[in-house]
């Protein structure tokens, strides 16, 4: 089974602090993707990369970046957080096949709180 | 715009019962249109998979439907348990050169004894 991995189930932060959050997925998966999960919208798309040092922007990239040194790891980065960056936190992995042809595996998210 | 709306935004069952969730997306190209479930704390699990050419699909005692001349889906729930208290994701995927995923909002399902 394929095991996506967030470091932080909860995380409360103070405004302008830098955030990092950790997701690790152990089935040598190219793709690899960051959402936040607000109530009431679907999943928004904040970044995604698809191989090592690779990234793309998804549609809601401002005020994060990502980082993927390792194949296996990719951090989600709040250079400064604002509480409009509370939000449940969603990483996802998926095969290099596309990633409608295969479903998303994600971890079991991060709730993060901005105060 | 490219949308995909779910309704109802909650329901709530009794155990035992069934109930039929809807999905209606406006994404085109279309690729395939996929059923999650996200049980409380959890992130989304993958319950079906549909393609263009596909009408019904079923895993266990969940039933996926796909219309895609009116662009429209629904989850049939049969025999409702416990454990079928989640949120239930439609996400539809287009095929614009790249890769466009849309997710709905969900609809959250209480089954109750």
């Known amino acids: 089974d394929v095991k996506v991995t967030q470091s932080s189930r909860y995380l409360v932060k103070r405004t302008g602090e830098k955030v990092f959050l950790e997701c690790v997925q152990d089935?040598?998966?190219?793709?690899m993707f960051w959402y936040r999960q607000d109530p009431g919208l679907g999943l928004r798309l904040i970044y995604f990369s698809y191989d090592v040092k690779m990234k793309e922007k998804g549609d809601i990239p401002e005020g994060y970046s990502v980082s993927r040194e390792k194949k296996e790891r990719f951090s989600l980065i709040l250079e400064s957080a604002s509480t409009n960056q509370t939000s449940m936190y969603l990483c996802?992995?998926?095969?290099?096949?596309?990633?409608?042809?295969?479903?998303?595996?994600f971890g079991n998210g991060t709730r993060l709180t901005v105060t | 715009k490219n949308q995909v709306e779910q309704s109802p935004q909650s329901l709530i069952i009794l155990e035992g019962k069934n109930c039929t969730l809807q999905c209606n997306y406006t994404v085109s190209p279309f690729s395939n249109l996929r059923w999650y479930k996200q049980d409380t704390g959890r992130g989304p699990v993958s319950l079906t998979i549909m393609t263009f050419s596909e009408n019904t699909k079923s895993n266990g005692r969940y039933t996926a439907t796909l219309d895609a001349d009116t662009k429209q889906s629904s989850l049939h729930i049969t025999a409702s348990q416990l454990s079928d208290s989640a949120s239930y994701i439609c996400v539809v995927s287009g095929n614009t050169g790249g890769f466009k995923t849309i997710f709905g909002a969900g609809t959250r399902l209480f089954v109750k004894a």
């Open positions: 996802a992995s998926s095969p290099h096949s596309g990633v409608g042809g295969s479903p998303l595996h």
């Open positions: 089935m040598d998966h190219e793709n």
